[in-house]
């Protein structure tokens, strides 16, 4: 189906592509990209692309591993490398470029009906990550592909907000652990709508998953300094520029483990637009009171080093010189671990809640879950089956402890 329209270009693409000429293609393909806006790197594209080794096959691969097929065709397409580039590859990137076309529309079809129905409900919607940036950043929504629809609202109006797109054909992805479970301790909710062209929703009433960050971080801040945005005759909002990048910037370092050359484009793109009329000391200031300090201070180095973006040094100086406090830093450290298993998580989220009441209503719905929970986590070829999960979900969640204790004392008695 159209759904799988993306996954398919890729698959179809994969029998041209090399990726044994060049030794880092994610680096060239950063260049392709930072010559949007930076005409050094445009110059040093054309020079690089000119010399021995270099392979537009692997930029390509590396543009569709991370979404950005139908953004490197609009780049290159308007240069002087156009006409030099292998056509199998073009070809490739212009039917990513009209399947990401075909997607978009659709995507922003069914966001104008869900607005709209939002509205007359009386539920405000803040757009977040692609629903908000496609068209701001990028000037054409099929630049910025969305694998879903993000939408933020008022934690006290998430459960209205989930009657209106249930009514609008979307289900949950996946059962509760225990009824309201997911409203009480998450911050987002993944709901699905079939169709020719599959349609997700993510709906959040929390900016960021982890209870340590849903007990300190404040929304009024960021519904407050959001502005409005029109999508077809519906009205939402989007984040204001310092919440932005504040917010995309612990996105990318706390969800994604700084991961994914995509959200760096959109913190780029950000600070290309709208970096000097930042105000960057209430920025600041808004990092260290949300113990954001650690994800605004990686992502500057990183955007003035390896994207090269323009910063100011002082600016950089004044970032490098916050010092995030240790509860920051044990949590940062624990969201970022390469292997996170599943009863640390518990354990460190179970930490985290403010009352012990609050502790035990998490315990128990993660401990004993629903059976509706269970057959949908687990699949058991019959019903009866679902007590027997039970004492196996506890015993292999203490293995996994047992086994990231034993690690951790290794690495610690190999220091």
Known sequence: MLGRFHGGI?????????????????????????????????TELALQAQQPGWSWEAVASCA??????????????????????????????A???????????????ELEEALGRLTQAGVAVLLLKGAALAGRLYGDPT??????????????????????????????????ARPGSVLAWENELLLSKPGVIGIS??????????????????????????????????????LGPEAQFLYLAGHLMLHHRGQGLRWWLDLAELLGRAGDALDWPGLLARAAAYALVIPL???????????????????????????????????????TAAHRPVAQRFWADLADLPTWADRGRFAWAHIVPAPAYMAGRYHPPRRWLIPFLY???????????????????RQRAGH
Do not use: K
């Not at 300190?216 to 939402?236: H, K």
């Not at 979900?393 to 402890?401: E, P």
């Open 10 to 42: 890729v698959s179809m693409c994969l029998p041209w592509l090399d990726l044994n000429g060049m030794p880092d293609p994610e680096s060239a393909l950063r260049l392709c990209l930072r010559s949007r806006w930076d005409s050094a790197a445009a």
């Open 391 to 409: 004492p196996w979900r506890w015993l292999t969640g203490i293995a996994g402890a047992l086994a990231y204790s034993a690690s951790a004392l």
């Open 297 to 335: 201070q990686e992502a500057l180095a990183a955007l003035a080093g390896a994207w090269g973006v323009r910063i100011a040094p002082e600016l950089l100086a004044q970032a490098a010189a916050l010092r995030p406090s240790a509860a920051e830093r044990r949590a940062y450290d624990r969201l």
């Open 143 to 176: 630049l910025r592909p969305m694998s879903d629809l993000d939408l933020l609202v008022h934690e006290t109006a998430a459960g209205r907000a989930l009657d209106v797109l249930i009514a609008c054909g979307y289900t949950a992805a996946h059962p509760e």
């Open 95 to 109: 039917l990513a470029y009209t399947g990401s076309a075909i997607r978009s529309a659709a995507l922003l079809t």
């Open 201 to 238: 929703i993510e709906l959040h009433w929390r900016l960021f998953d982890a209870p340590f960050y849903q007990q300190r971080l404040p929304a009024d801040w960021f519904w407050e300094t959001a502005a409005p945005i029109a999508v077809g005759a519906a009205r939402a909002l989007a």
């Open 64 to 93: 569709f591993a991370e979404g950005l097929a139908p953004l490197l065709y609009a780049q290159l397409s308007r240069t002087d490398l156009w006409p030099g580039i292998p056509p199998g590859v073009r070809d490739g990137l």
